[in-house]
């Protein structure tokens, strides 16, 4: 039985929320806008699970053939990506050293994000679009200071991320990221939120990227080098977490900047990033118009 899926779409022109089934999805934003304008709100009360419940047995409203699929969370408060986070990832630095002691972390913009089967956008400024195929945690209850011993209480769901990066913008400067990280449509989340239930739905996931139906990453979150747990009881040490929030956990190793020569994304590939129990983000790249 697949795990409740809850979307956030777009039919002629309109933004909805709905569950998503088998053959189609069930609108939900018709019957509940009106407590729950859009799924921040259902995150915030805690109603996920209860919405995909209420879905079950429905017949679809819109065939997916016919919507476009929007990043699941509208508006989020905070994007806070994390780097590094996997042994093989820090291997790549080929700089002798240990795993570090703290995880690195910046911050994305939600307008660097599209949705599933929506292309990335390569920009006029760079032809170093790259792919990062990523697990996301969505928070669900606000917290500061959040003990690891109870952080995972506070995830309302997982989605998937292709945390596009821009190369040659990453090393603009001397010691910051955000302008690779945060050119227009150069990410993508999605395609929707499987509510979190217990600790074992993330304990050792295994998360791929395919290009072109290549393999290019492929590891597993029971080898994170800074746990879920460790990460949220890590950021709320600095950062009250919200209902929305989203957590971006890092990359396996294998992007394309790891080839020699590079393998950069061009127009026409198609990006394929899949975890077990969550399910597949896919989009294509064209060029900025």
Request: hydrophobic share 35%; glycine share 8%.
């Amino acid at each position: 039985m697949k795990s409740p899926r809850l979307a956030t779409f777009a039919v002629k022109g309109t933004t909805r929320y709905g569950a998503v089934v088998d053959g189609g999805i069930v609108d939900l934003s018709s019957r509940h806008a009106k407590d729950y304008p859009t799924l921040r709100e259902v995150i915030a009360a805690g109603k996920l699970q209860n919405l995909a419940e209420e879905a079950a047995g429905r017949t679809p409203d819109h065939a997916l053939s016919d919507i476009i699929w929007l990043p699941p969370v509208p508006a989020p408060e905070k994007i806070i990506c994390i780097g590094v986070n996997y042994p093989d990832r820090n291997a790549e630095y080929k700089d002798g050293q240990d795993a570090p002691k703290y995880p690195s972390m910046f911050m994305r913009s939600p307008r660097s994000f599209v949705g599933h089967d929506t292309p990335l956008v390569r920009p006029h400024a760079s032809n170093q679009l790259d792919y990062e195929g990523e697990i996301v945690l969505v928070i669900g209850k606000a917290g500061r200071r959040i003990p690891e011993a109870t952080a995972l209480d506070h995830i309302a769901a997982v989605t998937l991320c292709n945390e596009g990066s821009i190369r040659d913008w990453l090393r603009h400067a001397k010691f910051n990221v955000t302008q690779g990280k945060n050119f227009d449509s150069s990410g993508s989340l999605g395609p929707w939120l499987v509510p979190y239930a217990q600790e074992s739905q993330l304990a050792d996931i295994r998360l791929t990227t395919h290009v072109n139906g290549e393999l290019r990453q492929d590891d597993r979150t029971s080898r994170l080098i800074f746990s879920f747990r460790y990460l949220l009881h890590y950021i709320s040490t600095f950062a009250t977490l919200v209902p929305g929030d989203i957590i971006v956990t890092g990359t396996p190793t294998g992007a394309g900047a790891r080839f020699d020569p590079p393998r950069y994304l061009k127009p026409g590939d198609v990006i394929e990033v899949e975890a077990e129990g969550i399910g597949t983000l896919r989009n294509g790249v064209v060029d900025e118009a």
